[in-house]
Each structure stands twice: as structure tokens, then as C-alpha cells.
């Protein structure tokens, strides 16, 4: 496995990666993730998409960690959800888990995962939950100890369209350590 640099990515940071984060979700909707878009995914929705991050991350209602390989460009991004309602303080949902196509099998998705841990913990998060529709995700979070809650059949729609069920994950990312 290929070492990946791993940071937060703040709100001002954003605006310069923008271009490489379309790219990137560009390049997973077409590779067929399930990540709430249909194809063809133009740069000009990308580019929507990512400011709606910045804001979010700039509101501080949501973290963005990106990785990237020893060129230095973005291979991957993975987000927390912070903006819970007051009676779920403890929780984040982990989202947009994305690996450049030319990036994997080289540890990015892992790396981005443990990462999003650790971020979730140092914030307060305890409680993460995130939802799958693919079968390789899913096996990452398994093998990192998250729990399936449960499939909803016809949950979302693949890049193509039709219909796919999704799984839902939760992880205590405590590790059984007090609260």
C-alpha cells in the first residue's frame, strides 16, 4: 500500500481544490458509486456541489479530508456531517467517500476512514453512521468494524438510473472507551 497524505481541508482551501474535486466526483459517477448523482455529471454540477461543501464547512456543519498520493493531487475525499438536530450531539454521519479511480487499492479508502474516526472523536462524535450501495464499500467497513444496520431495497438510484438498495452502517468509534 501507498502511503497517502491525509489533512482537513478548511473552508478557504476549498475554492483551489474545486476544479480536482469535480474531477473526482465526476470520475466516481462514472465508475458507477452510488453518491447521490446521476450520469452524466457535468463539471458545472460538480462545481455546485463542492461550493455547497464550502459553505458547509465554513458553517461548520460539515468536515472534508481529502488524500492525496505522493503527486500531491487529491485521490480522495470522505466528509463528516456535523449539523445534527440537539438531541443527537454525539452523532455524525460519514459521507462522500471518494477514491479516485486511477487511486485505488492503495489504502486511500482505509486511510480516509480511520481518519474520519478520529476526526468524528475529537469533535465530540461518537455515534457515526453512514449508508452503502456498493458491495466494495461495504466490505472496507466491515473490515474496520462497523456494524450493518439493515437494507432498504430501491433506496437510491445508480448513476444509470435504476433503482439499488442500500446498506446502513453504524460504529461506536470510542472502541468501547468512556464517553
Not at 453518491?35 to 461548520?60: H, I, M, N, Q, S
Not at 456494524?147 to 438510473?161: L, T
Amino acid at each position: 500500500m501507498t502511503a497517502a497524505r491525509i489533512w482537513a481541508v478548511d473552508a478557504a482551501s476549498i475554492a483551489g481544490l474545486r476544479h480536482r474535486l469535480g474531477e473526482l466526483l465526476i470520475d466516481s459517477v462514472e465508475n458507477g458509486a452510488s453518491v447521490g448523482f446521476l450520469a452524466p455529471l457535468t463539471a458545472a454540477d460538480a462545481d455546485g456541489y463542492w461550493r455547497r461543501v464550502e459553505l458547509a464547512v465554513g458553517e461548520g456543519r460539515s468536515l472534508l479530508l481529502a488524500a492525496a498520493l505522493a503527486d500531491g493531487a487529491v485521490a480522495g475525499t470522505v466528509q463528516l456531517d456535523l449539523d445534527t438536530l440537539p438531541n443527537a450531539p454525539h452523532r455524525g454521519t460519514v459521507c462522500k467517500l471518494l477514491v479516485h479511480s486511477s487511486a485505488r487499492r492503495q489504502g486511500i479508502g482505509e486511510a480516509l476512514m480511520r481518519a474520519v474516526e478520529d476526526a468524528a472523536l475529537a469533535a465530540g462524535r461518537w455515534l457515526l453512521t453512514l449508508d452503502t450501495a456498493t458491495p466494495e464499500a461495504a466490505r472496507l467497513y466491515v473490515r474496520l468494524g462497523w456494524s450493518s444496520a439493515g437494507v432498504v431495497p430501491a433506496y437510491a438510484m445508480n448513476p444509470d438510473g435504476s433503482l439499488t438498495a442500500t446498506e446502513f452502517y453504524w460504529k461506536d468509534v470510542t472502541n468501547g472507551r468512556a464517553r
